[in-house]
């Protein structure tokens, strides 16, 4: 199995992909997808009740996924657990062999399946990724000795399109000093606002890998160009589904294209596929992966 830490500074393009772990116990549709694209995908996101939608811990399935040599990226929010849980749940799951934590703040739990959920927030992103650090330098957070240190490779998120870049530009250097090594990016249709951000960001040398959400509809494209923050989807593109008969196709297309683009400004892709997981091959292929 191929250690991501190392694979980022490879210089190799990487593509990952984000899995959503199971509302029950059967791993079974997700270990077929996962080994479909093993060889296709260095690593995949694990998400953490994605959407605060109730769902098994991705800690669990990072665990299953490593029995079978695939990587993962364990995907943590600080919306459900307080700082003592959280510094636990990373011990956990670097014990269970996940050494890959994309850190996050996570969404109000509002608007998930249990919205009266009363939302934690202890720590935000930058307060987990200190607490990433401070673990690995052998103490909790509250200065005890641990018995022994794990060895995180530690992530976060960013959002080139921001409304206020200064502030998101802000964020990234925080985040950075609290031991990010690598960034995935909020989904990204418009190669020059990735083109303006990637100028703003470059002097820190840190490989970024630019997210894209599979497009399965002019209505989608719409709905994440009104309604999704930072998000642009141009123009030219919804009206190109608009127009299309075959959406999956002029999906991969679209895909393809935009990635292509993008290539030379970072050091990977982040593709998220919400459930049309088996046109990644085909998308990477358009893009020239």
């Not at 299309?244 to 970072?266: L, N, T």
């Amino acid at each position: 199995m191929r250690v991501f830490s190392e694979a980022l500074q490879s210089g190799k393009f990487l593509v990952t992909a984000e899995l959503n772990p199971p509302k029950g116990v059967d791993l079974g549709p997700l270990i077929q997808k996962a080994d479909s694209l093993k060889g296709t995908v260095d690593a995949f996101n694990l998400t953490d009740s994605h959407s605060s939608r109730m769902a098994m811990s991705p800690a669990a399935v990072a665990h299953a996924l490593a029995d079978r040599g695939i990587e993962s990226i364990l995907q943590m929010t600080c919306r459900d657990k307080n700082r003592i849980a959280l510094q636990g749940d990373l011990l956990a799951a670097y014990a269970l062999g996940a050494a890959n934590v994309l850190c996050m703040s996570g969404d109000p739990p509002g608007a998930g399946d249990h919205p009266d959920a009363k939302p934690v927030f202890d720590l935000d992103a930058v307060g987990l990724l200190r607490a990433i650090a401070s673990l690995g330098a052998g103490k909790d957070l509250g200065g005890s000795d641990l018995n022994r240190a794990p060895s995180f490779c530690a992530g976060a998120v960013a959002n080139p399109g921001a409304d206020d870049l200064d502030k998101e530009l802000r964020r990234f250097e925080d985040k950075l000093e609290a031991g990010a090594a690598f960034f995935q990016t909020q989904a990204v249709y418009d190669p020059a606002a990735m083109e303006r951000f990637m100028r703003a960001v470059e002097q820190y040398d840190t490989p970024i890998l630019s997210g894209f959400i599979m497009l399965k509809s002019a209505r989608m494209a719409r709905n994440f160009d009104e309604n999704l923050p930072g998000v642009s989807v141009p123009r030219r593109i919804i009206e190109e589904l608009d127009r299309a008969d075959d959406r999956r196709e002029a999906s991969v297309e679209i895909a393809g294209r935009v990635i292509r683009e993008i290539k030379p400004m970072c050091r990977g892709v982040h593709v998220m596929p919400i459930g049309w997981d088996s046109l990644i091959p085909a998308v990477l292929e358009r893009a020239g992966l």
